[in-house]
């Protein structure tokens, strides 16, 4: 990935930033996106200690504007783009569905399946001069379809469909577009499970490795692997857990 530019959304905590790091390893050149400067330009910093170059920007993904501008920035800062990783994402404690008012549904879903079509439009006429690799995070919540995920799961469900029109549609254009499910630690993660030990034992009992993925190793390994310009995968779906959701 040396010299390959990268933008992740959602990349100022948690799993984006996870990913982040091992595209830092790999010696790409990121942009990260998120809602607030400040823990963005923390992030950079630390990023930027590991060797690598990266530029901050701060923004809603559920508005279009941020996507556009985001682009933009990102080829005049490194005149190029080769991968997207759509990942942010805004998540909920449990709602059931007859609650979930407008307010929830556009907040959820604009967040996710908006923000990631936004992205997925204002990149492709960079990513089609040379090809590349976009990454769209879904998530297990989807297909499991637990209480009280209605709008979350419409949207990570929605992004795989859209996910899987993309692929066909730009793979002409060299353009590789895939999902990646996560069932890995996070603050998201983790505030999921706040309070409820007993849940999250039996969660880690059905993991057939005995634990969720780590974001930086696992997931890291996967999304670079996904990245790779020699990686031929394209319109998947591929759930890293430790073994819980099998297909």
Known sequence: MKGKVVIITGASQGLGFDMARSFADEGAKLVLTGR???????????????????????GDVACRATAVATVARTLETFGRLDVLINNAQTLSLPVPLIEQDDQHMQTVIGSGLFGT??????????????????????????????IGTASYAAAKEGIRALSRVAAREWGKDKIRVNVVCPGAWSPSYENWFKDKPEELAATFAQKAMGRPADGYKDLGNLVTYLANPDCFLTGQTIIIDGGSIMM
């Open 36 to 58: 607030f400067q400040q823990k963005l330009d923390e992030k950079a910093g630390v990023l930027t200690k590991q060797g690598a170059e990266v530029l901050a920007i701060a």
């Open 117 to 146: 079509m936004y992205f997925m439009q204002a990149a492709y006429p960079a990513m089609k001069r040379n090809g590349g690799s976009i990454i769209n995070i879904g998530s297990g919540q989807g297909m499991a379809c637990n």
